[in-house]
């Protein structure tokens, strides 16, 4: 137990600085060779040939890591529909301020909301602000103001130890509205070219948890109703967010229009920002985090960081590469649309982090059993894209479940785990395989 505010502190910086550390030691896009190649910004001449499609990838490379480089090259609906703006206009800046909600916190060391959303209805100031913002935005700056951050570490439902924290960086305010610019744009440009995966519930305009439910009643539906065989495995992916490596989410972003510039002054931010902890013993003295990195011999922090305002638009983006790969294996649920009969292929559904992937054989009468190789195989590619790219799925924390139905005389029933063994693995974070949880049809 951790009574006092030095051991306190102490325990939380640590906690903090080996999540935050982890991607940039063990993550493939932050090893050699390929990060001298892309950089940690991704804004490298070998960056760019990765977006033109002109980059050759190494032949030791790891298969899905070279899936996902060559599934970043700028599609010609991107190229037809040009750059996202990078222009943040007097009007545009004032009216997005008068829109902050009272309440939201901000780094305490800096200018905090209530000043900025204030100077937003005087046009003098409101332009000096605009200034800022546009030069930071449009020539990829990070000034010193925005490289200070105060965490907030909240402790999750029943979790009282460290490793259970949830931080909550507090950026700059102007910083943050940056962010949060980036993030909306580069949505909404992807939205228009029609380049976001519909699996991707979560992190995006006018998509709701309640219509990924509906959606997803409405495929075991089907399955009841046409007795086919549906195989499903709920994934959790590890602290998406601590592990987004910015090179390669530097990458996703500009493959759909995003210019470098606002991507380097976010991620430059990010990876020069100096920590510090706030808790119930008040903001601490002791600092750590980039300078401090650097100054052991470390490699600046990786991860989005909870509280920037671009973080779910930059996972909903780099998450649609991984569907987009997940689908030219061949994987996920046929479906057929109720109004015009369409058959449609979906992968499953995910809010966020928790990916819920469906798959079915494509011979309606097939037994589950016809569908475990390929269900084992959904799974091993699904965690070897998370592994390449941003991490690991936790087994513990996974779970799959097989609907399936036979013939009792008189009416269908569901089959149990039992009348189908089979067992399925996942790799852990630490790359030892473990055996997942299955969970009747009625549990899941």
């Known amino acids: 137990m951790l009574y006092k505010k030095k051991s306190y502190e102490a325990a939380i ?60 090259v700028i599609p010609q609906r991107v190229q037809d529909l040009g750059p996202v703006p990078t222009f943040i206009s007097n009007e545009d800046y004032a009216k997005a301020w008068k829109k902050m909600k009272d309440g939201i916190s901000s780094e305490p060391s800096w200018l905090t909301i209530p ?7 005087n046009d003098i100031i409101n332009a000096v602000d605009a200034a800022k913002a546009n030069a930071c935005y449009q020539l990829g700056l990070a000034p010193s103001s925005w490289l ?23 950026f700059a305010a102007d910083a943050n509205m940056n962010n949060k610019k980036l993030g909306l744009d580069s949505l909404l440009h992807a939205e228009e070219a029609g380049l976001l995966e519909p699996e991707q519930q979560g992190s995006r305009p006018a998509h709701r948890v309640d219509f990924c439910a509906a959606a997803k009643v409405a495929l075991m539906d089907e399955s009841q109703q046409q007795r086919r065989a549906l195989c499903w495995a709920f994934m959790d992916n590890e602290k998406c967010y601590n592990r987004m490596p910015h090179n390669i989410t530097s990458l996703a972003l500009q493959h759909l229009g995003v210019p470098k510039e606002p991507i380097v002054s976010m991620f430059s931010t990010l990876q ?29 922090f990786a991860g989005m960081l909870q ?29 057929i649309l109720a109004i015009d009969g369409e058959v449609k292929k979906i992968l499953g559904f ?39 790219v941003t991490g690991a799925v936790r087994p513990d924390k996974t779970f799959i479940s097989v609907v399936d139905y036979h013939w009792m005389g008189t009416k269908w029933c569901y089959r149990t785990k039992d009348e189908m063994p089979a067992q399925f ?11 997942l949880n299955w969970l009747e049809y009625n549990q899941a």
Request: contains cysteine.
């Open 350 to 388: 995910a809010i966020v982090d928790d990916a819920d992937l469906a798959l079915n054989h494509p011979d309606v009468n097939a037994p589950a059993e016809r569908s475990f190789g390929p269900f084992q195989e959904m799974i091993n590619d699904w965690s070897g894209l998370l592994a390449a």
């Open 307 to 335: 509280g920037n305002g671009a973080r779910l638009a930059s996972w909903g983006i780099l998450s649609s590469v991984l569907f987009q790969i997940m689908k030219q294996h061949g994987h996920g649920a046929e479906m």
């Open 115 to 121: 000043h900025y959303t204030t100077g937003a209805y």
């Open 272 to 300: 020069q920002m100096v920590h510090k902890i706030s808790s119930a013993y008040g903001i601490s003295g002791e600092e750590f985090g980039g300078i401090w990195q650097e100054l052991e011999g470390e490699p600046p």
């Open 148 to 170: 200070k951050s105060t965490d907030c570490s909240l402790f999750k439902k029943k979790m009282l130890n460290v490793e259970g924290l949830r931080f909550i960086g507090l």
């Open 425 to 435: 693995f996942l790799k852990d974070p630490a790359g030892v395989t473990q055996p």
């Open 13 to 72: 910086i640590n906690e903090f600085t080996q999540r935050f550390s982890l991607v940039a030691h063990s993550s493939p896009p932050y090893q050699e060779p390929l990060l001298s190649a892309i950089g940690l910004l991704g804004d490298t001449e070998t960056a760019s040939s990765i977006l033109q499609g002109t980059y050759t990838c190494p032949r030791d490379m790891d298969p899905y890591l070279k899936d996902v480089l060559t599934n970043l």
